[in-house]
């Protein structure tokens, strides 16, 4: 069953079936990665945020967000397929290319905020054991 959506210049044919193999296939995927990925995530961002509750929350947004982003996507952009083989073929490119750009954003985000974070707890470190050579005012 297909249903037409009309917008002023655009008419989009939607296929009741499409989107829900869109939505089991996407939802498959995204949460199998987030999963996978969810202990050695939570570990590393043990080591940035220095406790297990910034570690926690930040571990859950980024599987939320690595489920929501393609999940978007792929609803966004898989239709106009002429048919299933086609239609899953892109949508399975579109959760791939989902799962690599939140990959990217959270590789980029680990790399920039890990050394101030490590050079901040080395430093705190230093100056408990009393071995940091303070700065002093004159």
């Not at 079936?17 to 050695?40: C, D, E, Y």
């Not at 571990?59 to 048919?83: E, H, K, Q, R, Y």
């Amino acid at each position: 069953m297909q249903t037409t959506i009309s917008h002023p210049g655009v008419t989009l044919a939607v296929d009741w079936m499409q989107l829900i193999i869109a939505a089991v296939l996407t939802l498959g995927l995204t949460t199998t990665v987030a999963i996978v990925i969810n202990r050695s995530l939570f570990g590393v961002l043990q080591l940035i945020c220095g406790h297990d509750v910034g570690a926690r929350f930040w571990t859950t947004f980024a599987s939320v967000l690595m489920v929501i982003g393609p999940l978007f996507l792929v609803f966004t952009a898989a239709g106009g397929a002429d048919n299933l083989a086609d239609f899953v073929r892109r949508a399975v490119y579109l959760v791939s290319f989902g799962l690599i750009a939140a990959f990217l954003v959270m590789g980029a985000a680990v790399m920039l905020s890990a050394p101030s974070q490590a050079m901040t707890r080395l430093r705190s470190a230093q100056i408990a054991a009393g071995s940091a050579d303070l700065p002093v005012n004159e």
